[in-house]
């Protein structure tokens, strides 16, 4: 498992999120994980409900969809239609190890749980409209694996409780991940100033999961000490499911992965100042004070015959009106020489 791994190296973890994206299709379950590997994904992510798992068959008002992307469904229908077949876990967990890259899902009910222990599963990811469901919350974290929390519309308190959970169980290898439950994102509902935040008042490394378009909210997120990405990912939006409209293509979540990983090359590994390796050779072309002409023994520093120019190689400019104050030249000094203090009486 990369998870670990990478929060101690400080290099962001990325989970492309499959999630009803195969359409029904083992095969094309099997081919998300091969496209999200090639597009340099760390894990492949799935949940593990079934509509009887996750909800009730019930036909009132409180199980209607009234608006968003999703409008007019019932949970029941909505669920039945985007989940992924539990017989399929295991081949799509071996094929993320052929491929190289982590397996995670989502558990939503106790189940649920039981059967990806039975598949070795090796973390897990509590969904945002779960951070309240504090029975499954513990039985997760009883399994003493790592646990990834998403915070979408959670309060602090609300958090707080999710947490206090986990640590119930003596588990505290937690990563929380900021984001917004709104299916697709707008970037101005997004508030990613909380993920320094939430590090800081929960005491434990923090991400994103974006629903947003493109790669920017990942970008500004990793900037902000972000350490895990979730993005849904599909082969094509052409391919119509229940999550397709806010999902990267594997084209769009390549171009993802390398801003990011630039992202994290812009950042650098620390504070730094002073020049970098590549700024060494420029160093020759500060300024420094060389004689603007020629200069006879005996003569007083002026304006008129010494400067601050490019490049590096005589006195410091500090000493420049140290010289033009009244020092005079210990010898000839022709124009263009570099002034040093073997030059001044």
């Known amino acids: 498992m990369k998870l670990q791994k990478y929060l101690a190296e400080n290099k962001t973890y990325i989970i492309a999120e499959m999630s009803g994206n195969h359409g029904g299709s083992l095969e094309k379950a099997l081919e998300i994980v091969r496209a999200a590997a090639a597009a340099g994904a760390d894990c492949v992510k799935t949940q593990t409900y079934t509509a009887d798992t996750i909800t009730l068959n019930a036909r009132t008002k409180a199980f209607y969809l009234d608006g968003g992307l999703w409008d007019g469904s019932w949970l029941y229908d909505l669920y039945k239609t985007a989940y992924t077949p539990w017989e399929w876990m295991a081949a799509i967990k071996e094929e993320c190890e052929r491929q190289g890259v982590d397996f995670l899902s989502t ?17 897990y990811k509590i969904a945002s409209f779960e951070l309240v469901d504090i029975p499954l919350i513990k039985k997760v974290a009883a399994t003493g694996k790592p646990v990834i929390m998403s915070c979408g519309m959670a309060q602090k308190e609300e958090i707080q409780e999710a947490l206090d959970a986990v640590y119930s169980t003596g588990n505290r290898n937690v990563v929380l991940l900021k984001c917004c439950s709104a299916y697709p994102t707008d970037f101005d509902t997004m508030h990613l100033h909380t993920i320094p935040d939430m590090a800081e008042r929960f005491g434990v490394p923090v991400g994103l999961s974006d629903h947003s378009e493109g790669s920017l909210g990942p970008v500004v997120a990793v900037s902000l000490g972000a350490r895990v990405i979730e993005k849904h990912f599909c082969i094509t939006r052409e391919d119509k499911t229940a999550d397709s409209d806010f999902s990267m293509t594997a084209a769009e979540f390549a171009r993802m992965v390398r801003d990011v990983r630039n992202t994290e090359k812009i950042l650098g590994s620390g504070i730094s100042y002073g020049p970098s390796k590549a700024e060494e050779q420029m160093l020759k072309l500060r300024r420094s004070l060389f004689a603007s002409a020629d200069i006879r023994k005996g003569e007083a520093f002026t304006r008129d015959n010494i400067r601050s120019v490019r490049p590096s190689g005589g006195l410091h400019t500090r000493y420049y009106d140290e010289l033009t104050g009244g020092k005079h030249a210990a010898r000839d000094i022709p124009f263009g020489t570099p002034i040093s203090w073997d030059d001044v009486e």
């Open 107 to 123: 558990p939503f009910d106790d189940t649920a749980v039981d059967y990806l222990e039975s598949i070795g599963e090796e973390f």
